[in-house]
């Protein structure tokens, strides 16, 4: 069985456990997922399926149609992404077979991927974390500057991966080890303890965590 699903974040609230504890979870739409295509280690080095999640009435490229039809899909999704199947035959997955939320439980440890919320163009403070210069001192019209860049003679160039401003956010997170707090499957519904990346709405990955190919339950 396949042990990652695509999901859509709708957002956090609270709910209550069985002792009566308040507990913070992310709401997330997960499946149902179709199989768009199979990937083989003998023909393509490694094994995934390429999963299709929220139907689409937008016309889309001829090659990606292609993809499709091939797979006997009546309309076209609008997220197609691969999840690796190392640990499971991939004879045993049929292009075309949908997956559902029901492949989760509730204690299951899963990591999630996303995309981080975007913040445009920051300054070293707010990116990095720096102090900035000193308020007193005759420091002028430069309290969050980040500071002199220069370099010797030699090398005479600024070394990549400086920390210095430039776009914020809007880069691949993966948060690990989050617990499935409840599973509403007339929904297609999960129930995540804790936050997710990415702003409502956002597209997420789901998948179980696996040590020695058995999944990891929360006891």
Known sequence: MITGLLGRKIGMTQIFSEDGTLISVTMIEAGPCTVIQKKTREKDGYNAVQLGFIETNKDIKRPIKGQFDKAKVMKPTRFLKEIRCDHIHIEDIEIGEVIGVDIFNTGDI?????????????????RHGFSGAPASRGTHEYFRHGGSIGMHT????????????????????????LEVVRVIKEKNILL???STPGSKGRLLIIQKRLVNNAVIRYS
């Open 192 to 194: 995540v303890k804790g």
């Open 110 to 126: 899963v990591n999630i991927s996303g995309r981080s919320k975007g913040k445009g163009f920051a300054g070293v403070i707010k």
């Open 154 to 177: 030699f090398p005479a160039r600024v070394f990549k991966g400086k920390k210095m401003p430039g776009r914020m956010g809007n880069e691949k997170v993966t948060l690990r080890n």
